[in-house]
């Protein structure tokens, strides 16, 4: 048993490392759709603000759960056309900061919103995400195979965010996720200061 575990850790990690190696080297279809799977992993801004729509969704319960990890993509895909088209979106890693902070404050606060205004609010970052995407596509990778990618990438990162946010239905789970929250508007409050502080 003991073996196989190890055999089992031993693929993954070199699955993980050959990736992330690859995604920096690859070309074409397959390279940029290993490099664009692999991009939200590689940005902690990114893979908490991903895992928060997921959590803030599973907070909000039916129909939200799937309604906002629905809405990210779609809109963040809009917002990589953007990027890869070369429009001009400035302070956009403001954006991308204020993501985390504001998503980890209305977990940690368990607002509520109409559901309406809970899309809003994800789509309106979601362009920031997507934006980033966008412009850090590699020259030689298919752009399409790209985006599918990171898509892809950011609907695991939801779905992340959807297991933890089923503790939401216990109790002590509740205060679970809104300590989550917390951390994750800690790191929106972090990721903004380097943000500010990059543009200064």
Not at 9 to 24: D, Q, S
Not at 135 to 149: C, I, K, Q, R, S
Not at 184 to 193: K, M, N, P, R, T
Request: glycine share 16%; net charge neutral.
């Amino acid at each position: 048993m003991k073996s196989w575990i190890t055999h089992c850790g031993a693929g993954v990690c070199f699955l993980l490392f050959a990736g992330t190696t690859y995604a920096h080297s690859g070309t074409g279809v397959a390279g940029g759709l290993v490099s664009g799977f692999f991009h939200p992993f590689l940005g902690l801004d990114h893979l908490v603000a991903m895992v928060a729509v997921g959590l803030w969704g599973a907070q909000l319960e039916k129909p939200a759960i799937w309604l906002l990890p629905m809405t990210f993509p779609l809109v963040m895909a809009l917002g990589g056309l953007l990027g890869i088209a070369g429009v001009a979106m400035p302070y956009f890693e403001i954006g991308i900061a204020f993501s985390a902070l504001v998503l980890g404050l209305l977990i940690a606060l368990k607002i509520k919103p109409p559901l309406g205004i809970a899309a809003l609010v994800v789509g309106f970052f979601a362009v920031f995400h997507g934006y980033a995407h966008g412009t850090e596509v590699p020259a030689a990778a298919n752009p399409l195979a790209y985006g599918v990618g990171f898509v892809v990438a950011t609907g695991l990162l939801h779905l992340a965010g959807i297991v933890l946010g089923i503790l939401t239905y216990w109790p002590t789970g509740a205060n679970a996720v809104r300590a989550m929250g917390g951390v994750i508007a800690a790191l929106g409050v972090y990721f903004s200061a380097l943000s500010v502080g990059m543009i200064q």
